[in-house]
Nanobody
Framework: QEQLVESGGGLVQAGGSLRLSCQASMRTFSFYGMGWFRQAPGKEREFVAAVKWGTGRTLYTDSVRGRFSASRDKVNKTVYLQMTRLKPEDTAVYYC??????????????????WGQGTQVTVSS
């Protein structure tokens, strides 16, 4: 029943790397973009990265720029978040999301129509 299925979370030491994946399972697929958000313990959900489906253009929040890289595979209908040089403050549940239009900013949760189930990323010091 889930239309966006996430995987790749886990426990990693500070400085390590993880790659998150989010695959669309619906038969028809015509999204205009995908995004990654995260929610740390006791915090509100926040924007991490976004990728435009057609061009691959990306956008990152300041705290992850240069460390995280978002990309998409059109053939496999999958978006990735490659996370490197992880820090304890990156610990959170990470959610992928998909949007059908670009009529609102990428950083807003309300811009997205579909959401994954979330995957836990824990970075230890």
């Amino acid at each position: 029943q889930e239309q966006l299925v996430e995987s790749g979370g886990g426990l990693v030491q500070a400085g390590g790397s993880l790659r998150l994946s989010c695959q669309a399972s619906m038969r028809t697929f015509s999204f205009y973009g995908m995004g990654w958000f995260r929610q740390a313990p006791g915090k509100e959900r926040e924007f991490v990265a976004a990728v435009k489906w057609g061009t691959g253009r990306t956008l990152y929040t300041d705290s992850v720029r240069g460390r995280f890289s978002a990309s998409r595979d059109k053939v496999n209908k999958t978006v990735y978040l490659q996370m490197t040089r992880l820090k304890p403050e990156d610990t959170a549940v990470y959610y992928c999301a998909a949007r059908s239009r670009y009529n609102s900013p990428d950083v807003l949760m309300d811009s997205y129509d579909y959401w994954g189930q979330g995957t836990q990323v824990t970075v230890s010091s």
